[in-house]
């Protein structure tokens, strides 16, 4: 291998540029020419691509966002796009190509494997919904802007005696909310993966904690479950308390990532680059019982992963009122 490029995918995440310096500098290092593909699948189709240098990956580390940009690209689903892709590949030399990103990415890494490109996965998302890894780039960075952000409207939840439900991102998963939800010390925690649907527990426990004197009652809502703002005005109808909605959204996104994102996302890059160099390809990065490691993208896609039940337990049986039960 010459010449690899390296691209972001889907949703950005904190810690992508880690990810991208670490990347292009650990291939620089080892002689290998790097090259950035713009806006994700859509720059490789579009043949949106710019030569880099150590230098050029300056200063990156500890911002936000990717430098590269990224897209969600749905011609990368279609055989035309997918070939339009490997040809933009060949023609630019590019033998070995680093994919960040979720498991959309990922298949689209896979196909390219199977076109004849060295593809490497890196598992880059906030929603922390990749099976095959315990560890998303972004995951912490965002957890942490959630929980400041949480606390701040727990003060003024807590002066005005309000119930606030706080919407947290995910997607379809409930990492963001479970970990929000045991950080903030939250009374409830909705989670799409266990949620229920019976909103009249959740009235229930309102009432009887602000019988037991609480002043706030904090519930984080996983946008999974969305329609925090009607939830609102239900629970207000049905309590006589004053509730609030906030929906936290792309600000979960942004900022300079925290400590772990950049040692993480930075240790991602560089093993991908070396598994290229080790002539590997259609492998995913991953992290899994305190060591990084990496699987067949096929394995990857192919595995489950849940919510851990200890963890769910911990966040409803710490509250407030499940302990304080006479
Ligand atoms: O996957 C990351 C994520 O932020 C999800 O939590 C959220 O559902 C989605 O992306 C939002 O996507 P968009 O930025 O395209 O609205």
């Not at 990224?70 to 279609?78: D, K, L, V």
Request: charged letters at 25%.
């Amino acid at each position: 291998i010459k010449t690899i490029g390296v691209l972001t995918s889907g949703g950005d995440a904190p810690g992508m540029n880690a990810a991208i310096r670490a990347v292009v500098r650990r291939a620089v290092g080892k002689g290998l020419t790097a090259k950035g593909i713009l806006k994700g699948y859509e720059g490789l189709i579009n043949e949106e691509i710019v030569d880099m240098g150590a230098r050029d990956v300056s200063d990156i580390i500890g911002k936000g966002g990717t430098i590269l940009l990224s897209a969600r690209c749905a011609e990368m689903r279609t055989e035309e796009g997918l070939q339009q892709a490997a040809a933009t590949c060949k023609k630019h030399g590019i033998q070995g190509l680093v994919v960040i990103g979720g498991d959309g990415s990922f298949a689209g890494a896979q196909k390219l494997a199977n076109l004849g490109i060295n593809t490497i996965g890196i598992p880059g998302t906030i929603d922390l919904d990749i099976a095959c890894t315990e560890y998303t780039i972004g995951f912490d960075t965002a957890v942490n802007t959630a929980m400041e952000a949480i606390d701040k409207v727990r003060d003024t939840s807590t002066s005005h005696e309000r119930v606030s439900i706080i919407e947290v991102m995910g997607r379809n998963a409930g990492y963001i909310a479970l970990w929000c939800g045991i950080a903030s010390g939250a009374e409830d925690v909705l989670l799409p993966e266990k949620y229920d649907y019976d909103e009249q527990q959740i009235i229930n426990h309102i009432i009887e904690t602000r019988k037991k004197g609480k002043k706030h009652h904090i519930i984080i809502n996983a946008e999974g479950i969305g329609h925090s703002q009607a939830m609102a005005k239900r629970i207000e109808a049905a309590t006589g308390i004053g509730t609030r909605a906030t929906i936290l959204g792309h600000m979960q996104r942004g900022g300079s990532p925290t400590c772990k994102d950049r040692m993480y996302a930075t240790i991602m890059g560089a093993y991908a680059v070396d598994l290229l160099l080790q002539g590997k390809t259609k492998r995913v990065v991953a992290y899994k019982n305190g060591e990084f490691v990496d699987f067949d993208i096929n394995e990857a896609l192919s595995m489950k992963k849940s919510l851990s039940e200890y963890e769910v337990e911990l966040a409803k049986s710490l509250s407030y009122n499940y302990v304080m039960r006479d």
